[in-house]
C-alpha cells in the first residue's frame, strides 16, 4: 500500500473508535504485501474485490471493523482464512499502529484472534471495557449494543442489496430484518442475534453469488480473446480463399466481432463455435480460383489485426468502466462518476469499424479501384491517430482504476497496418 493509502485506513481507524467502518483485508505473502481497505458506506463486497484485486493472494475477510482501546475488532458474515488475525496484526505493527486483532461473527462471538496476549493499553484505552474474561480458556463477547451496531451496519447492506437485486427470498429476508431490527430496538438483542443467525446462510450463498456473477464478464473476455486468436486468422484464411458462402461468413464473424464489443461475450462465443466448422470447410475445399489478387493476404492481415485489436479495445474500456463504477458504489458523487465513465466508451466508441469495412473491401479490389480504397482506408487511419493523440487516449492506460491497454493496442496496429497501405 501506498503511503497515501495508509494515512487514509489511518484515519478511517480513529472514526472507527466512534462508529463501525466497513472493511476488506487481503493477506499478502509477507505483511508488507497486505491490502487493508476501509470505507464509511462502500460495501465491504466490493471492498473486498477490490482488495483481492490490489493483493497478492486470494484469501479475504471483509465485514466492519471497530477500534476499541487498543483492540481492532473485525466483524465479518463469513470465516476469515486462517492466520489472517496474525499477518493483520504483523501489517499494524509495521505501519506503527500496533494493536490487537480480533475476528467476530455475526453474533460476536471470537473466532479467531493474533493469539498474543494484550499489551497494555493507554490512557484512553483503560477506559474501554473488555473484550473477554479473565477465565482461562474463556472468551465472552462484547457488549451486547455494540456488537449489534456492527452487526447491523454490516447486514443491513447485503439485505438491501438482495432487495435491489430481486434476489429470491428478498421479500422474506427484509420482513425477518425488520422483526430482527425491531427486537433490538427494545433491547432484545438474543431475539435479534437469533434472527441474523437463521439468515446468515442465506445472505452468505447470495454473497457468494453476487461475488461470482461479477467475476463472470472477466472470465467470458478472456475466452472470447483466446477463442479470437485462434479461430480469427483461420476465418480470414478462409475469406482469402474467395468461397461462395463468403458474404455468409463475413456475416457471421461482424456480428460476434459486434457482440463482443457490446461485451456481450457469451453470445459472441456462441457465434464463433458455430462459425468455425464453416471455416474449416472452406479451408479444407481448398480455393474457387486459382489466383489471388496480389497484395491481398497482406490487406487480410491487417484487416484481421485491426478486428483483433479493436475488440481488444473495447473489452478493455468496458473493464475499466466497469472498475470505475465500482469503485463510485457508495460514493455522493455516483451518478456523476458512472456518467464519466459512460463518456469515456463513447469516446474510445469514436474508434469505429469504418478502418475494418475499408479493408475488407480492399482484399477484393483491383487496379484503380483498389488504389482508391488503399488512399480511403489511410485516411481513416490518419483520422484515428489523431484521436489518439489528445484526450482520454493520452491518459487512459496509465488510470488509477484498471490495468487497461486501451491506446497502446491501437497505436501498435494502427503503426503495422499503415506500413503495409504504404507499401
Not at 10 to 34: E, H
Not at 211 to 239: H, N, V
Request: net charge negative; hydrophobic share 50%; with cysteine.
Amino acid at each position: 500500500m501506498s503511503d497515501a493509502e495508509i494515512e487514509d485506513l489511518k484515519g478511517l481507524m480513529t472514526k472507527a473508535r466512534k462508529r463501525p467502518v466497513n472493511f476488506a483485508i487481503c493477506m499478502g505473502k509477507a505483511p508488507d504485501g497486505t491490502v487493508v481497505l476501509g470505507h464509511l458506506r462502500k460495501d465491504p463486497e466490493v471492498l473486498a474485490r477490490q482488495a483481492k484485486k490490489a493483493g497478492e493472494t486470494p484469501k479475504v475477510a471483509f465485514g466492519a471493523m471497530e477500534v476499541s482501546g487498543k483492540k481492532l475488532l473485525l466483524t465479518c458474515p463469513e470465516a476469515p482464512p486462517g492466520g489472517i488475525a496474525k499477518r493483520t496484526k504483523a501489517f499494524l505493527m509495521l505501519i506503527k499502529m500496533p494493536m490487537k486483532v480480533i475476528f467476530l461473527d455475526a453474533n460476536g462471538a471470537v473466532i479467531q484472534d493474533d493469539g498474543e496476549d494484550e499489551t497494555s493499553d493507554d490512557a484512553e484505552g483503560a477506559t474501554q471495557a473488555p473484550l473477554a474474561e479473565d477465565t482461562p480458556g474463556h472468551k465472552a463477547a462484547p457488549d451486547q449494543a455494540a456488537a449489534w451496531a456492527r452487526v447491523e451496519s454490516m447486514t443491513t447492506a447485503m439485505v438491501q442489496k438482495m432487495a435491489d437485486q430481486g434476489a429470491a427470498k428478498a421479500g422474506q429476508v427484509q420482513a425477518a430484518w425488520k422483526a430482527a431490527q425491531a427486537a433490538a430496538a427494545a433491547g432484545d438483542f438474543a431475539t435479534a442475534t437469533a434472527v441474523v443467525a437463521k439468515l446468515k446462510p442465506i445472505l452468505t450463498a447470495f454473497s457468494g453469488q453476487a461475488s461470482d456473477a461479477a467475476q463472470a464478464p472477466d472470465a467470458l473476455a478472456a475466452q472470447w480473446a483466446k477463442a479470437q486468436a485462434a479461430i480469427g486468422p483461420r476465418y480470414e484464411m478462409a475469406m482469402a480463399l474467395q468461397p461462395e458462402n463468403a458474404g455468409k461468413l463475413r456475416a457471421a464473424w461482424a456480428m460476434a466481432v459486434q457482440k463482443a464489443d457490446g461485451a456481450d461475450f457469451q453470445a459472441a462465443l456462441t457465434i464463433i463455435a458455430r462459425l468455425e466448422p464453416a471455416v474449416e470447410a472452406v479451408i479444407a475445399a481448398g480455393p474457387a480460383q486459382s489466383v489471388v489478387a496480389a497484395g491481398t493476404v497482406a490487406f487480410q492481415k491487417s484487416r484481421v489485426l485491426w478486428v483483433t485489436a479493436r475488440s481488444k479495445m473495447m473489452a478493455e474500456v468496458h473493464k475499466l468502466a466497469e472498475a470505475i463504477n465500482a469503485a463510485a458504489e457508495g460514493d455522493e458523487l455516483a451518478d456523476e462518476i458512472r456518467a464519466a465513465a459512460a463518456d469515456i466508451v463513447a469516446e474510445v466508441e469514436q474508434i469505429d469499424t469504418r478502418l475494418q469495412e475499408a479493408l475488407d473491401s480492399l482484399t477484393n479490389a483491383e487496379g484503380a479501384s483498389r488504389d482508391a480504397m488503399k488512399r480511403q482506408a489511410a485516411g481513416i487511419l490518419a483520422e484515428y491517430q489523431a484521436l489518439l493523440a489528445k484526450g482520454i487516449f493520452t491518459r487512459i492506460d496509465d488510470n488509477p482504476f484498471a490495468p487497461v491497454s486501451v491506446a497502446t493496442t491501437a497505436r501498435n496496429a494502427l503503426n503495422v497496418i499503415s506500413r503495409t497501405l504504404a507499401a
